[in-house]
């Protein structure tokens, strides 16, 4: 047996032995992408939306979503969506988030207070207003949508404050802003679509060169700003890492090896004084995409591996995904998804069954059943129909 197989295996029952601590049944895949509901969506749709194979999903409040915005949201506006909430009654999706964006506009500054006052109003305001709904957590996205508020280059004050500087600014920001949460929701549950593994190639690289390493890259100074969410939330607080690169994933060495990225190696990028809290209150979560193995992106979709399937062939890989995701997290899994919609029964061939049987073979311990591999290897040969 050749040793790169060997040691995967190896590799693949020690993580294991740490996955199946947690039972299958609390395994949740939860819903959230362009179709992603208001209140008033969920009040005239929910017996319909909880037959999708959910446990939960993530929803935005109808008048505002975006925690920083600089100038106070105005609770008079949210009086509705809270009405709305409190009379849901949820039958299947007992784990939901509501949706909180961290994407300020060009006039960002992380020095400046008064705008800081304004986003921990809103980020109240906006938890405050979900928990009617009796929410499992809050989904935070800290993807910038407008301003880049993590790209060291491009902040207001870059020319008069280093690099260092800044970096301490954003950490005790995300202290702040988990206070905030917590004000409203104690030990609330965070998901963020990645978390310090983000940065996982930069794990064995000196501190010096990683911090070179992150001061020229557009994402240099989100991992101190989330460092600084797991310092100021309490011992009752848990975090997920949603692990967004497992869109691409073609394989299950992926998924083993993003785990213990998640569960160890990103350790050795935290201070030493939070390493414990980190074990402790961070779950390795795992990311599914729609439109990824479906070929449903665009533009240029002919770029996507699954342009190359069939339908039957589609569902089965995303069927290899669902299940190994569901191996691989610690708890939480979320299904993202741009051009379909759930709720409208706008969806492809094969995605619900693929869903379905992954979910089933988990529940009841029995393998997948078959490897994916092959058949990637193969798609990725086929010329471009067509042609």
């Keep these: 047996m050749p040793i ?11 993580a294991s032995s740490v996955m199946a601590q947690v039972p299958p049944a609390q395994k949740k895949l939860i819903e959230y992408g362009w179709d992603v509901p208001t209140p008033a969506q969920m009040r005239d749709m929910l017996p319909d939306m909880e037959k999708r194979p959910f446990d ?32 849901l009654k949820f039958d299947r999706f007992t784990h939901n988030f509501v949706l909180v964006w961290g ?38 996205d800290p993807e910038p949508y407008d301003f880049e508020l993590w790209n060291y280059s491009k902040q207001p004050r870059a020319k008069e404050r280093s690099f260092s500087e800044y970096r301490v600014q954003v950490r005790f920001r995300g202290k702040q802003l988990m206070r905030a949460f917590e004000k409203v929701m104690p030990g609330a549950l965070i998901l963020t679509f990645f978390h310090v593994s983000l940065i996982g190639n930069l794990a064995d690289l000196p501190e010096d060169r990683r911090e070179a390493e992150l001061q020229k890259g557009g994402w240099g ?11 100021g939330a309490s011992a009752r607080a848990r975090f997920i890492d949603g692990n967004e690169t497992a869109y691409y994933y073609t394989s299950r060495e992926q998924y083993f090896r ?24 961070v779950q390795a979560g795992n990311a599914l995409y729609v439109d990824q193995n479906f070929a449903l992106r665009q533009p240029n979709t002919e770029r ?48 619900d ?35």
């Design 56 to 87: 939960g999903l993530i929803f935005r409040l109808d008048k505002g979503f975006n925690a920083f915005e600089t100038k106070p949201l105005d609770p008079k506006l949210f009086a509705d969506d809270e009405r709305i909430l409190r009379g």
């Design 4 to 14: 790169k197989t060997v040691c995967l295996i190896a590799f693949m029952i020690a």
């Design 353 to 387: 069954e693929s869903i379905v049987s992954a979910r089933r073979k988990i529940r009841e311990g029995q393998p997948l059943g078959f490897d994916i591999e092959p058949l990637v290897a193969e798609a990725g040969k086929r010329p471009l129909p067509g042609k």
């Design 304 to 351: 996507c591996l699954s342009f190359r399937m069939t339908p039957e062939e589609r569902a089965k890989w995303f069927e290899h995904n669902t299940y190994w995701a569901l191996y691989t997290t610690d708890e939480y899994v979320w299904c993202y998804s741009e051009r379909m919609n759930w709720w409208k029964n706008q969806t492809p061939p094969g995605l």
């Design 103 to 140: 994407s300020p506009h060009a006039d960002w500054d992380w020095f400046d207070d008064t705008q800081w006052q304004a986003v921990e109003h809103n980020a109240r305001l906006l938890v405050r207003t979900a928990m009617a709904a009796r929410i499992k957590g809050i989904c935070f």
């Design 258 to 281: 993003a785990y213990h990225t998640m569960r160890q190696r990103v350790l050795q990028m935290l201070p030493e004084n939070l390493r414990m809290k980190y074990t402790r209150q």
């Design 221 to 231: 100074l989100m991992p101190d700003f989330l460092i600084g969410m797991l310092e």
